[in-house]
């Protein structure tokens, strides 16, 4: 209702001027340049009008070319996205297939069309590396430290890279910067660990473990072992060095951390022996036997009481294999002692069955070479000894290498 009243209104006022120039058009006079024109008032006006419409036809006409332009231009925006997604996705696809070339092409296709996209320069990378082009994969990955979003993919491309050359520094100076990130990553955090495990950098492991993103990088079982493992080795490290009192420091915090590290009592019975005061070690040798039987421990817990004769030793062994008395390695250990002590029934009776099919290769490997010592020793039985000496042989040769020293955190993991 108020358009039409308006309208009215507008229409009205139109005819009233219309009217009032008809009865009184009077007369314009111009003179520009020497140029002159005579008019009325009424043809001046409607002259204005037509002028004012041709200029808002023009501008019209000049938006509606350009909103066409536009819409050109984002057309060919719009298919040279579509071009450059269909090379990116079949780049990947053709590096999946391993198609060299292909990922190659499209790799360089798609980076024409998608220009700084970080889908490309992974892209890039991967074709390169298909091709075994290091160059490429390093230049690729360099780009992609000018980005916050793909930093973190580049410094761990050129830190393995770094490893593979063999170049260890500049691997450590990636992954170091990786690691002093807001959001550090654990790859880094397990990089860096592996190479100052494998450089025996013991107090920089340390601290790398002691971090609060490595506690959160590891689930708490795994940390403490690694932290434990750590320890041992700064032990063994002082030992080395004749420094016990730091080695059986270093030993108790491994014990702290992870009492059943069968390593730590290890270390621990070790530094205390070298100070004369193996006795104090003895109960943590005894806690982890009754647990985990093991060789080690045993070595360990005869250093700890130097110059004991075989019957004690005997006797001792007997008390120690109380807590597992029909575990392998404690059959092994009394039947050993025996040995030593000349107790041939009792070495005999302890070895029985631990060479059956069901008894590990290592186990059964060490029983067969105690039976030929028994066989020689008891009876002077040549023969009998000989046969033992070739089984124990087949089974050791069936029961593995001995394990390494440690060169990363997966080897502390599984020592």
């Known amino acids: 209702m108020g358009r039409l009243v308006f309208y009215i209104l507008s229409v009205a006022a139109l005819v009233a001027v219309a009217v009032w120039l008809a009865n009184d058009p009077g007369d314009v006079h111009l003179a ?25 036809l023009v501008v019209k006409l000049a938006g509606a070319l350009g909103a066409a332009m536009r819409a050109i231009a984002a057309r060919r925006r719009e298919q040279r996205l579509n071009r450059g997604m269909t090379s990116l ?17 499209l790799a360089r296709e798609a980076a024409g069309l998608l220009k700084d996209n970080s889908a490309v320069l992974i892209l890039r990378k991967e074709a390169a590396a298909l091709e075994g082009n290091t160059k490429g994969v390093e230049a690729a990955a360099r780009e992609m430290l000018e980005r916050p979003e793909t930093e973190l993919a580049g410094l761990r491309t050129l830190a ?6 063999g170049d260890v520094i500049s691997a450590a100076d990636y992954a170091r910067r990786a690691w002093t990130r807001r959001d550090p990553p654990a790859w880094a955090l397990t990089l860096l660990l592996d190479l100052e495990i494998g450089r025996e950098h013991w107090d920089d492991a340390l601290a790398l473990i002691d971090s609060k993103p490595a506690r959160q990088a590891f689930t708490p079982a795994h940390h403490a ?12 490290a002082a030992l080395a060095r004749n420094n016990t009192s730091e080695a059986a420091v270093a030993a108790k915090r491994a014990m702290g951390v992870s009492p059943q ?30 647990e985990h039987p093991h060789p080690d421990l045993l070595v360990a817990y005869r250093d700890l009481i130097p110059g004991e004769n075989a019957i004690a030793w005997a006797q001792r062994v007997e008390s120690l294999a109380k807590a597992a008395p029909e575990h392998p390695e404690s059959r092994l250990a009394v039947a050993a002692a025996a040995l030593g002590a000349e107790l041939w029934g009792q070495a005999r009776n302890r070895l029985s069955g631990l060479t059956a099919q069901s ?12 039976l030929a010592e028994l066989e020689s020793r ?37 020592s």
């Open 359 to 370: 008894m590990p290769a290592d186990v059964r490997a060490r029983a067969a070479r105690m």
């Open 261 to 290: 590290n069968r390593a730590a009592v290890i270390a621990f019975a070790n530094a205390m022996a070298a100070q004369g005061k193996g006795a104090k070690a003895a109960s943590a040798v005894e806690r982890v036997w009754a």
């Open 32 to 56: 520009w340049h020497g140029w002159r024109v005579d008019t009325s008032v009424g043809v001046l006006v409607a002259a204005i009008i037509v002028l004012v419409a041709l200029i808002l």
């Open 160 to 165: 393995t890279s770094a490893l593979a050359a």
């Open 225 to 236: 072992a690694l932290k434990s493992g750590i320890y041992v080795r700064v032990s063994a």
């Open 378 to 414: 008891q009876r002077g039985d040549a023969d009998a000894a000989a046969d033992w000496l070739k089984v124990a042989l087949e089974f050791q040769e069936a029961s593995g290498k001995k394990p390494q020293a440690p060169r990363t955190a997966a080897d502390l993991l599984a």
């Open 89 to 105: 996705g079949d780049g990947f696809a053709a590096v999946a297939a391993g198609q060299t070339a292909a990922a190659r092409r």
